[in-house]
């Protein structure tokens, strides 16, 4: 009866992750996390994608076969899952969900070992909801201070303590 109530959701997921991973599903073993990644039987664990990935007479063709094929295990208990469902039901193309669907499966990468193939997005991520959770406006840029002007001056290079050591 749960996989029915969270089959939305799992299409959700799905849709916002794309190929990266195969599938998604309710889990029956996760119990602290939101999620989990897990490899299929046959497919390449965590740290052999890292070793292959190393290898350093690797052909381009090897992509396909390197990157395993990923099932995405949500925990329908955990109160994140919860909330994510909730909000994919009133709305199926909210940003935040999608944001949060890809944050969690960053987070689930880094969580079973793998590697992330673009860290530079995940700390954007990160920064944004951290700002959400303190009530800032994402979009709102840093403030320019002007501190500058409090800045001493450098000394001359003349009245340097280097120059007095030679």
């Known amino acids: 009866e749960k996989v029915k109530t969270y089959e939305g959701l799992c299409k ?3 849709e916002t992750l794309g190929e990266k991973v195969e599938k998604c599903i309710l ?13 299929g039987e046959y497919g390449w664990s965590a740290n052999m994608e890292r070793i292959m990935k190393a290898q350093a007479l690797r052909d381009s063709s090897m992509g396909a076969y390197m990157s395993s094929k990923k099932t995405m295990e949500i925990n329908p208990d955990n109160p994140i899952i919860r909330e994510m469902k909730s909000k994919s039901d009133s709305d199926e193309n909210d940003k935040t969900v999608k944001d949060l669907v890809n944050l969690l499966f960053d987070t689930a990468l880094l969580q079973s070992g793998f ?3 673009d ?7 990160i920064h944004r909801m951290i700002k959400l959770g303190l009530s800032i406006d994402p979009d709102q840029e840093a403030e320019d201070d002007d501190d500058a002007e409090d800045v001493p001056e450098l000394e001359d290079a003349e ?3 280097m120059e007095e050591v030679d």
């Open 12 to 14: 959700v997921i799905k």
């Open 27 to 39: 889990s029956k073993r996760v119990v602290d996390s939101p999620c989990v990644l897990v490899t």
């Open 115 to 117: 590697s992330l193939s």
């Open 119 to 125: 860290p530079t997005n995940f700390a954007t991520r």
């Open 159 to 161: 009245e340097s303590k």
